[in-house]
């Protein structure tokens, strides 16, 4: 009888109960099917503190070192054997991975959620790519995008002569979780988001702030996440007087349940790859006012699930708001049956797995 074929999942991503999502979900699906078809998984995190949600994992924290080089430390110190390294949140084509296959790992697959800039990289960054590319390229058997935008970015980035190694499979979500939206739920929107400058959250502050005293007092905003811009954002809320309207509420791991609270999902991004909040979104039957950066249109038509406005564009922001408002735009259709259909968790899962083969 052969082993197991061992697997490491090395992310760049924190591990918070106060933030269960779709990559957590993801992570925990697809822990469990690998392990039902005989792998053995071991997943590096670049912080944990164990709580229920991940018990059934093998997890290692690199509480908040660089993840890359823990995990090489790690695999060093302990002498682990490794036949395959799955990615998801690093940086392509670097030199970890040549120190990678040194470790005699056969098969590596790199998943590439990393948004681009709303400007573009600087001539500087588009050179090192581009020889990144050539020097690191072939230390990794499979690019994943999460959208054919991402698919597109890694071929312009790193090099076309990749295209026959790089493959698109749609994040998806666990739509059985969400509760639906069933009615209109009086003009309350919600933002999901890590809060730093480029989810452009400001520029949502600004749009309020024009509008009208009666449109304006007719609107609830909740605000749900955390990050290293959220003092900036409140001090403009309290500026513009706001307070009394748009209320941030952290870190939430009930989103699910709460969306359906609410009337639209505000997104108001410079920068995205395939979001995983408009997914959810929809899923709870919820439309999108979003921008068309990343993969957001290859999921958000305007008119028919959500609006779409261009990034940095609050009076345009604040036009679809009083529309709405006013009753002149409306989404009255189920939204949800496009995410059941196209970007189902079981979908996302099947994808990866078999690249394992």
Not at 83 to 98: E, G, I, M, R, Y
Request: proline fraction near 3%; aromatic fraction near 12%.
């Amino acid at each position: 009888m052969t082993k197991p074929t061992k697997i490491a999942v090395v992310c760049n991503y924190a591990l918070n109960p106060n933030r269960i999502g779709g990559m957590d979900r993801f992570y925990a699906a697809y822990d469990k099917k690998a392990k039902e078809l005989g792998y053995d998984i071991d997943w590096y995190f670049l912080e944990y503190q164990p709580f229920d949600f991940y018990s059934g994992l093998t997890v290692f924290s690199a509480d908040k070192q660089n993840v890359e080089a823990f995990f090489l430390e790690k695999v060093n110190q302990d002498h682990l054997k490794y036949d395959v390294l799955v990615t998801h949140f690093l940086a392509l084509c670097t030199s970890f991975f040549k120190k990678a296959k040194v470790l005699g790992i056969k098969k590596t697959i790199v998943v590439d959620h990393n948004p681009r800039p709303l400007e573009g990289f600087p001539l500087s960054k588009i050179l090192k790519n581009k020889i990144k590319g050539v020097l690191y390229s072939s230390y990794i058997d499979q690019f994943v995008g999460v959208s054919k935008y991402t698919r597109k970015q890694i071929l312009k980035d790193y090099g076309f002569f990749l295209n026959m190694k790089t493959s698109v499979i749609n994040n998806g979500i666990d739509t059985s979780v969400f509760r639906k939206r069933i009615d209109e739920n009086n003009n309350k929107f919600v933002v999901s988001s890590h809060l730093r400058h480029s989810k452009g959250i400001q520029d949502l502050i600004q749009a309020v702030s024009i509008l009208d005293d009666i449109i304006k007092n007719q609107i609830q905003i909740d605000v749900y996440g955390e990050g290293p811009y959220e003092s900036e954002l409140l001090e403009m809320t309290k500026a513009h007087n706001l307070e009394g309207i748009i209320h941030f509420k952290g870190g939430s791991s009930q989103l699910n349940e709460l969306l359906s609270n609410y009337s639209y999902l505000l997104q108001p991004t410079y920068m995205e790859c395939f979001s995983l909040s408009i997914l959810e979104s929809l899923a709870a039957n919820v439309p999108v006012i979003t921008t068309p950066v990343g993969g957001n249109l290859e999921i958000i038509e305007h008119g028919n699930n959500g609006f779409v406005f261009q990034p940095k564009d609050w009076t345009a922001l604040a036009a679809i708001l009083k529309g709405i408002v006013l009753g002149d735009l409306k989404i009255d259709k189920d939204v949800s049956k496009q995410i059941e259909k196209d970007f189902d968790l079981e979908m996302m899962v099947e994808g990866h797995i078999g690249l394992l083969g």
